[in-house]
């Protein structure tokens, strides 16, 4: 049986991603705890980003859609998720970053079982 954290919301700015953000939403969505809810706010996007985003949102009530008329920078937008998010815990990943399928319950079984409040990870680089 799985433990049930309580609810992470996912913070996700998003601009002209639509060459990674596919990949970065399927990291998510394939984690192996469940209980998260995506939140990306585009900042006024020229390519077809939206309409990729729109794709999962079409069948994940998880994921929600945020946007933006004009551009306002990385920052404003995560503040944007920040304020709409449910969520016990805030966890950021950026358009083009990928989460192994463990991530997010490696992270709240430490924090959980060390009674800490704020954690991170190293990265790897890919290319």
Do not use: H
């Not at 809810?37 to 900042?43: A, F, G, Q, S, W």
């Not at 794709?55 to 945020?66: C, D, G, M």
């Not at 992270?107 to 704020?118: D, G």
């Amino acid at each position: 049986m799985k433990t049930d954290f309580g609810l992470v919301s996912i913070i996700m700015p998003s601009y002209n991603s639509s060459k990674y953000i596919a990949k970065t939403i399927d990291s998510i969505i394939n984690q192996s705890y469940t209980n998260w809810e995506l939140l990306i706010t585009d900042d006024c996007s020229t390519d077809n980003t939206c309409e990729i985003i729109k794709e999962y949102t079409a069948y994940n009530q998880r994921i929600k859609l945020f946007t933006f008329l004009e551009n306002k920078g990385a920052g404003v937008a995560r503040n944007k998720s920040i304020k709409e998010a449910k969520g016990r815990y805030i966890a950021f990943c950026d358009s083009d970053d990928r989460w192994k399928p463990e991530k997010l319950e490696v992270q709240l079984r430490f924090m959980t079982e060390n009674r800490v409040e704020i954690c991170y990870s190293s990265y790897l680089k890919c290319n």
